[in-house]
């Protein structure tokens, strides 16, 4: 019985556009268990113990609201179904990570050491320098830079298809970039391979992110940087970061320019809400600089 509504669920969920992968998984592992107990309905008392075998509060929070959802479909169809709280499980406690934020030098480093891989010679070094350039230059996810394919590189920038809120764009390059992308493509289209993608390995096959996270760790070993956040690693990610932080602090600092420059950051980060952006923020020395002048000034001119 629960394994057709189930079915039925994902069905649904799949046509209105979501991937529902991860959900489906969960919500198979919950049915299974369930069923096991011989539940037709969906039970709150059954919902909070396979939800409590999870290894920790947030993966045991996260399977609750996964079940909880299906279950708010499945109880108007049939209020036999039971719909757990929210916070059965308490609230949760959102800890977001710091980012760091590169320095100019910091990122000509990344990219001379990645220039320098071997074999020399090789598509290896270009491909690694022109990938972490380029988010660099851009601030894509690394899973959109790595899910290009050749066909995307056009006249008036990148095409950036289907990405996480099922929204394509498009990336226009600053002319530095797009010079460093030809001088790739050079290389990419040398090799004797009918696989489309842009990022490739020396093969000639697309790259899994665990290779390029493993090559990124080895140039932070490579120009000094591992450890270089209070003992934690910069990571990929943070390149986005630095991305939406260094353009914001060439924005020119009156509030109108502000609020077009975060609609149009928004709109080529390729967020779904603006408010999205925000959490990319973050406090450096120039910003807070502006900051300060700002509020200097709106003080000067209210005395006068």
């Not at 916070?87 to 406690?93: I, M, T, Y």
């Not at 008036?156 to 010079?179: C, E, N, Y």
């Not at 093969?203 to 270089?228: C, E, H, K, M, W």
Request: glycine share 6%; hydrophobic share 45%.
């Amino acid at each position: 019985m629960l394994s057709q509504h189930l079915a039925k669920y994902v069905d649904q969920q799949q046509s209105l556009g979501f991937e529902f992968r991860v959900q489906q998984i969960l919500l198979r592992g919950y049915v299974g268990f369930a069923e096991e107990h011989g539940d037709r309905h969906i039970r709150n008392a059954r919902v909070l113990a396979w939800a409590a075998r999870a290894p920790s509060p947030e993966q045991r929070r996260n399977r609750l609201l996964t079940v909880r959802r299906f279950a708010l479909a499945m109880h108007a169809e049939n209020p036999r179904h039971q719909v757990p709280a929210a916070d059965a499980l308490g609230h949760a406690v959102v800890k977001r990570r710091p980012p760091y934020i590169y320095s100019a030098d910091e990122i000509a480093r990344l990219l001379r050491a990645a220039a320098a891989l071997r074999p020399a010679g090789s598509i290896r070094p270009t491909m690694y320098a022109t990938l972490f350039g380029l988010l660099t230059a851009t601030g894509m996810r690394i899973a959109e830079a790595l899910a290009l394919q050749i066909d995307d590189v056009t006249v008036d920038g990148l095409v950036v298809r289907q990405t996480k809120f099922q929204k394509s764009r498009l990336l226009p390059l600053h002319a530095t970039a797009r010079l460093a992308l030809d001088r790739y493509l050079v290389a990419r289209r040398s090799l004797t391979t009918t696989d489309r993608p842009l990022f490739v390995s020396v093969a000639g096959q697309s790259l899994p992110y665990n290779t390029v996270r493993r090559i990124f760790l080895q140039l932070l070993d490579r120009t000094n940087l591992r450890g270089a956040y209070s003992g934690r690693d910069p990571r990929i990610h943070d390149l986005r970061h630095t991305f939406a932080v260094r353009s914001l602090e060439q924005c020119r600092h009156d509030r109108a320019a502000v609020a077009r420059h975060i609609v149009a950051l928004s709109t080529y980060l390729g967020h779904a809400h603006v408010t999205d952006t925000y959490w990319y923020l973050q406090a450096t020395p120039v910003l807070m600089g502006q900051i300060a002048e700002a509020g200097e000034a709106l003080l000067i001119g209210g005395a006068a």
